[in-house]
């Protein structure tokens, strides 16, 4: 694994780079990252839903399951609690509880469904994606639901504290559920060989449905978030509309797995929220158009990817400039494994 | 995770592909609404009418397909088949496909990414067509004014949007208010009514003599700033009288949204000039300031709460009913009469906003439309369905819409 310099190095130089660029960016056009009162439950907010929703996509991509249906629970889930917190009543409490529950749930049926069908994941979780986003249109009867006459619902996602526990809490409990618990464990030797791990006696179908349900769960969250933030729901379109959310995971995927190389997956999905949170920060503070920061978030998606394509030449040009000769320090064959294969299917 | 050569080709490549297929999906169905219930309809042919929406989920969208469906298919002789919420100019088209492969006699289109190549689908097919609540611009109207099947568009023009907005400042401006932040929705997608709105708002603010914006106070300087630009910069308006104190624009409520919002917010301004969705995407927001929104929405229980509670200052807003004469006007031309201008061509008529300032002023305006009392009701409808009417007659009753006229 290295050093504790260099896996701290390499867990901390992509999250300290973003912000030292955006903040020198921002204090060179006058402006500031954190210009306003909510500055921080905005970084911490932002950071929260990006990183549950990596983590919702990760833990399914790893076993080679390409989830569509991420946006449709987070939506979905919403819908069904926030309708029974308002017409049954108990507030957010019941608003969380039914939510994340409901997360849950969805995302347990879409797995029993994959596993079911035995079709490729990426065309049921299509299905899965109609399917929400029409049983939350039906639910609200193609409208929006509004939080305007329930205020009650919206402190939620305006609490700093909420948002940092909830981003504690979460990366505690992925931590625990997949990297230091029996199902963890059987997860992981699904994705290092299937055939082995069954042989063995572990049950891919029933670590499936789980693995949805914890992202389900997750995406429930989101969704609570989102809801209590925006103090709206917009559950009226049945177009796959809801598939835009997995594409804000992608970056930070990627540079959770960079990071993973070095300390933890885990821990990398929190700093690649964190960072594209900061770029977020800046994109506000340098008063960029929306037009702007739309190219520049699609060419840092391009240009991470480049690099991670070509590693390999870049570490090799490094070496050069350096005049240096050393042999890079290269993840560990534990790292590796558990990153390649191909899980229950 | 490990990232391979392998995984990041595939990423990018699904990422492609699922753009593709959303893309495509989201005009690939449609929804029958609605039903031919005319009393005594057997002998009548229920003629099959189309709407093309690019919003299923507002309000104001949801009031005017109850119009529709419960109301207007209730009382003639009338199907309504709905679009899916089409997004962009490619998925207009594919539902006009649709339209046309499932024999719709009609289309009315809410729709707006690309009314030529729809005109021209309609015209080609032979089925009528017919703008609600917008219109074509200048040019586009000279090109396809003469076309067989166009009926015309009624609902508020360029002008029509700018003062609304226009309104709306100089109502706060009359409040004493001198402080504004600015919601521009759809600016930088280069919504029309939304950039006529903005600079409604701009040249009111300009006609005092220290300001302008970006040196220009006339409306068409300002509105050309603001199409070149394609947004509004806050750092180009200069004032001795009043402050911007912020702008925020689109609806993707992520972090850079997020930060540019509370940044706007914390401002404090007197009030915030929306160009449409103000309350729904504001009102949380500033829920507890003294800020006031002003906004170009929809008669909703949500708005009117809002209005109750101090929230909500102005609200000029369509109402509900206010379809009803361009589907007479369509209704009319299936069954053998358009109306034709003096010079035989569409017809392009302007309908505006009902304004609302006050909690009692909004709900008058409730009580006198809705779904089932419209003001455009079967008995204010029907002379103008296939009877004879003149095309002025037509034109002066399209004109006569604002609240004392309709209601009195």
Redesign the interface.
Known sequence: MGSFMQRATGTLIIPVGVFAVVWTLATLDGASLF?????L???A??TAVTMLTTMAL?IN??SGR?D?SLGAMALASSTIGASVAINVGGGFPVMAAVTVLSGALLGAFSGFLYVTLRISP?VSS?GVTLLYEGLAFTITG???I????Y?EL?SFGKSLVAMTAVIIIALIGVYTVFDRSRFGSDYRSLITGQAAAVSAGVKEKGNAIKTYAVSGALMGVVGLI?AS????I????????T?GIM??A?LP??V???I?RYSN?KLGYLLGALS??V???????L?????Q?SLITALLLVVF?IF??NEERVGRWWRKVKGGNRTPQQ?SDT??A???GTGAR | MRITRNAVAGTAATVGMTLALAACSSSAGTEASGSAAADGGDAVETVKMCALVSDVTSSEALAFRDYYTDYIASEFPVEFVYSDELTDAEAEKTAMEGFIANNCQAVISFASADRPTQLDMAEDAGIYYAVATGALSAEEYETFKDYEYYVGAIGPDAMTEFQAGYDMAQYFIGEGDTSFGIFGGGIPYYLEMHINRAAGMLTALAEDGTTSYGGATEMGDILGKIYADGTIKIQDFESDVYELTGYLETWDFDAAWQASMAEMIAADPDAILAVGTGNAILGSAVDGTDIQIGDIDAYTEDNLVAMENGTLGFLAGKFTSINGPIFAATLSAVQGEPYRTEDGSAFALSQGYWTATSAEEFQEIVDADNVESPVYDVDTLSPFVATGATYDEFADFVGKYTFADLVG
């Not at chain 1, 509004?146 to 006459?149: G, K, L």
């Not at chain 1, 917009?234 to 509309?241: H, L, P, Q, R, V």
């Not at chain 1, 008063?287 to 037009?291: E, V």
């Open positions: 210009s306003s009162g909510d500055s439950l905005i970084l907010r932002a990760a991509l790893n390409f569509f990426l299509l193609g409208g929006n509004s939080f305007t006459q205020p919206v989102q933030s925006k103090g709206l917009e559950a009226g379109s049945i177009n796959f509309s598939i594409f804000t992608f995927m990627f959770g797995g960079y993973g997956d594209m949170s770029i977020g920060l800046g994109y506000s503070a008063k960029l158009t929306s037009a920061q990817l991670l394509s993840p790292d590796a558990q990153s390649v």
